[in-house]
């Protein structure tokens, strides 16, 4: 063995032991409560720094090509039987924590004051893509319902998902109540496409991308979110990890 | 040890430079050099830095192209892509493309598992796919880091380390002496005495650009990629040209971070690994003077 193997050796062994040290610290449950912990000032410090609107855009600057991700077709046979027919039949369900429970039509969401805004959507991958979302904004349909005052969390139920779970994300009413917090029907100017999340699509900007839960059949309002599915308030984060507030 | 750097050759612009020495420390004497705030602050960043920068790369992995601009997304034209083929792995930069096959794009996992990810096993956190994980560790020292610069800041202000140490002189950075400076580095002349107690000036250089140019560039683009900060602080997006772009700088000042660190390791290893290292822990350097040389007998002036 001459000196550079031993040295490359040495390395490697260092690296292995460094390396080895990092996997078993991320697997560790109390470094993990910590990492997590920061993720909670994260919440905080946005909600004092980060109140406004997101940045709107003029058409030139959106995207040419916006592009899908996560489910893109959902294999319930009742969601596709309603995709072969336009949706006529189709209605969205309100309901929990509200003194009003409403079943809408895509011509009930179409009666209520839409907003439309050309916003750029930052997918937690890293890429980005600027396109233009319009519908209802969620506080007046909350509002339409008489939202009770124990809700604290507003959940999306959607049509996708997989074996193990449906998909559903949650937000709560700071970010329920943003303007800029729609129920989108329209994309690009044309009815949402399936691969975007047809027929109704939360928009919740100042969020990434796998908040904005596509699908969307059913808006429950709730309490508490610790108690529904494995407790973390939404699909991906019950399934990945990923953090339940994304605003970075 | 013949690996010593030839310093008997005292350079005629640093004996100028040189205080009068009159009274004041002399060759082999221990002398204070570094604050307990600069001292505490560099190993924290050895930490903070090295998680920040391995689980960076993991989230790179996620989605390996950096465009320029608002948008972008796999339909876009990235400037830069570790990607792969169904043989190789590769780095593009523009119509540059350099094979990496083994390294990045495509490699082999602990497991002998053939992956076709950016950044290999060995030096992402976590060492498994894992952009959640990535993400716990990068955000979490992302306070640390922010936090503990903006305390050394505020210390080497009150402690008056800026004023003293790298504060540049109009004459330090007039052509002539940049340029004998340069050359001490490239012939590896070391200054000796009470000169190695100031920085020279390409070390306040490169230390005043970590400090005040790319830490902090490295901090706001990092910010300006939360789509929360952007809605609270828009003129993130202004000043970098769009989230993209943010994101491109970010990557372009983990890179320069990254030579920084391989150049003061360099440097660190020149001038006397034990003594530099001794310095930066208890504080205390040990002035080199004329003597190793003149005992290697290489140099006989």
Same mark, same amino acid.
């Given at each position: 063995m001459n000196r550079r193997d031993l040295l490359g050796g040495l390395s490697l062994g260092?690296?292995?032991?460094?390396?080895?040290?990092?996997?078993?610290?991320?697997?560790d449950p109390s470094v993990r409560k910590i990492l997590v912990g920061a993720e909670a000032l994260n919440l905080r410090s946005q909600r004092l720094l980060a109140g406004g609107l997101a940045r709107e855009y003029r058409r030139d600057q959106m995207s040419p090509v916006f592009r899908t991700n996560g489910n893109t077709r959902p294999e319930s046979t009742a969601y596709l039987a309603h995709a072969a027919t336009n949706f006529v039949d189709w209605r969205l369900i309100v309901d929990g924590l509200v003194a009003m429970p409403l079943k809408l039509s895509l011509g009930d969401l179409g009666?209520?004051?839409?907003?439309?805004q050309i916003t750029r959507h930052d997918c937690v991958e890293g890429w980005s893509a600027i396109g233009k979302w319009q519908g209802p904004m969620l506080?007046?349909?909350?509002?339409?319902?008489?939202?009770s005052d124990r809700a604290r969390y507003i959940v999306f139920h959607c049509a996708d998902g997989d074996a193990n779970r449906p998909f559903y994300e949650s937000i709560d009413l700071y970010d329920a109540f943003h303007p800029q917090t729609i129920m989108a029907l329209l994309m690009n100017d044309r009815r949402l496409p399936m691969g975007h999340g047809a027929p109704l699509r939360l928009r919740v900007e100042r969020q990434l991308g796998y908040k904005h839960a596509k699908f969307v059949m059913r808006i429950e309002a709730r309490a508490r979110i610790d108690d529904l599915y494995d407790g973390k308030g939404g699909y991906w984060e019950d399934s990945a990890g990923y953090a339940w507030y994304a605003g970075i | 040890m013949a690996a010593q750097p030839d310093r008997s050759a005292m350079p005629e612009k640093?004996?100028?430079?040189?205080?009068?020495?009159?009274?004041?420390?002399?060759?082999?004497?221990?002398?204070?050099?570094?604050?307990?705030?600069?001292?505490?602050?560099?190993?924290?960043?050895?930490?903070?830095?090295?998680?920040?920068?391995m689980s960076g790369l993991m989230i790179f992995n996620a989605h390996p192209r950096l465009y320029w601009g608002e948008y972008g997304a796999n339909a876009d034209p990235a400037w830069f892509e570790i990607g792969s083929t169904e043989t190789t792995g590769f780095v593009? *930069?523009?119509?540059?493309?350099?094979?990496?096959?083994? $390294? &990045? +794009?495509?490699?082999?996992?602990?497991?002998g598992v053939l992956r076709r990810r950016?950044?290999?096993?060995?030096?992402?956190?976590?060492?498994?796919?894992?952009?959640?994980? *990535?993400?716990?560790?990068?955000?979490?020292?992302?306070? $640390? &880091? +922010?936090l503990s610069l903006a305390a050394f800041m505020t210390a080497s202000l009150l402690n008056r380390h800026f004023k003293?140490?790298?504060?540049?002189?109009?004459d330090e950075v007039r052509p002539s002496h940049l340029w004998a400076d340069i050359k001490d580095h490239a012939r590896l002349r070391f200054p000796i005495e009470a000169a190695a107690l100031r920085y020279n000036i390409l070390q306040k250089l490169a230390y005043a650009a970590v400090l005040f140019g790319l830490l902090p560039l490295i901090i706001f683009t990092g910010l300006a990629m939360s789509p929360a900060m952007d809605a609270g602080w828009p003129w993130l997006l202004d000043i970098f040209g769009g989230r993209q772009s943010a994101r491109s700088l970010h990557f372009i000042a983990m890179v320069a971070l990254v030579a920084f660190f391989l150049v003061h390791i360099a440097m660190v290893v020149l001038a006397g690994p034990i003594n530099e290292v001794r310095s930066m822990i208890s504080g205390y350097y040990r002035l080199p003077g004329k003597r190793p040389e003149s005992r290697s007998g290489e140099v006989a002036p």
């Amino acid at each position: 063995m001459n000196r550079r193997d031993l040295l490359g050796g040495l390395s490697l062994g260092a690296g292995g032991l460094l390396l080895g040290g990092c996997d078993r610290l991320n697997a560790d449950p109390s470094v993990r409560k910590i990492l997590v912990g920061a993720e909670a000032l994260n919440l905080r410090s946005q909600r004092l720094l980060a109140g406004g609107l997101a940045r709107e855009y003029r058409r030139d600057q959106m995207s040419p090509v916006f592009r899908t991700n996560g489910n893109t077709r959902p294999e319930s046979t009742a969601y596709l039987a309603h995709a072969a027919t336009n949706f006529v039949d189709w209605r969205l369900i309100v309901d929990g924590l509200v003194a009003m429970p409403l079943k809408l039509s895509l011509g009930d969401l179409g009666t209520f004051p839409q907003r439309a805004q050309i916003t750029r959507h930052d997918c937690v991958e890293g890429w980005s893509a600027i396109g233009k979302w319009q519908g209802p904004m969620l506080s007046d349909i909350l509002k339409a319902a008489g939202l009770s005052d124990r809700a604290r969390y507003i959940v999306f139920h959607c049509a996708d998902g997989d074996a193990n779970r449906p998909f559903y994300e949650s937000i709560d009413l700071y970010d329920a109540f943003h303007p800029q917090t729609i129920m989108a029907l329209l994309m690009n100017d044309r009815r949402l496409p399936m691969g975007h999340g047809a027929p109704l699509r939360l928009r919740v900007e100042r969020q990434l991308g796998y908040k904005h839960a596509k699908f969307v059949m059913r808006i429950e309002a709730r309490a508490r979110i610790d108690d529904l599915y494995d407790g973390k308030g939404g699909y991906w984060e019950d399934s990945a990890g990923y953090a339940w507030y994304a605003g970075i | 040890m013949a690996a010593q750097p030839d310093r008997s050759a005292m350079p005629e612009k640093a004996q100028q430079d040189a205080p009068e020495a009159t009274v004041g420390p002399g060759p082999g004497d221990l002398v204070k050099r570094h604050h307990l705030s600069t001292r505490l602050w560099h190993w924290l960043n050895v930490v903070t830095l090295a998680v920040m920068m391995m689980s960076g790369l993991m989230i790179f992995n996620a989605h390996p192209r950096l465009y320029w601009g608002e948008y972008g997304a796999n339909a876009d034209p990235a400037w830069f892509e570790i990607g792969s083929t169904e043989t190789t792995g590769f780095v593009q *930069a523009g119509s540059l493309r350099i094979e990496t096959t083994g $390294v &990045l +794009g495509r490699w082999t996992d602990q497991d002998g598992v053939l992956r076709r990810r950016a950044f290999p096993y060995w030096i992402t956190i976590p060492s498994r796919y894992s952009l959640a994980d *990535a993400r716990l560790w990068h955000f979490a020292f992302a306070w $640390v &880091l +922010g936090l503990s610069l903006a305390a050394f800041m505020t210390a080497s202000l009150l402690n008056r380390h800026f004023k003293r140490h790298l504060t540049i002189s109009l004459d330090e950075v007039r052509p002539s002496h940049l340029w004998a400076d340069i050359k001490d580095h490239a012939r590896l002349r070391f200054p000796i005495e009470a000169a190695a107690l100031r920085y020279n000036i390409l070390q306040k250089l490169a230390y005043a650009a970590v400090l005040f140019g790319l830490l902090p560039l490295i901090i706001f683009t990092g910010l300006a990629m939360s789509p929360a900060m952007d809605a609270g602080w828009p003129w993130l997006l202004d000043i970098f040209g769009g989230r993209q772009s943010a994101r491109s700088l970010h990557f372009i000042a983990m890179v320069a971070l990254v030579a920084f660190f391989l150049v003061h390791i360099a440097m660190v290893v020149l001038a006397g690994p034990i003594n530099e290292v001794r310095s930066m822990i208890s504080g205390y350097y040990r002035l080199p003077g004329k003597r190793p040389e003149s005992r290697s007998g290489e140099v006989a002036p």
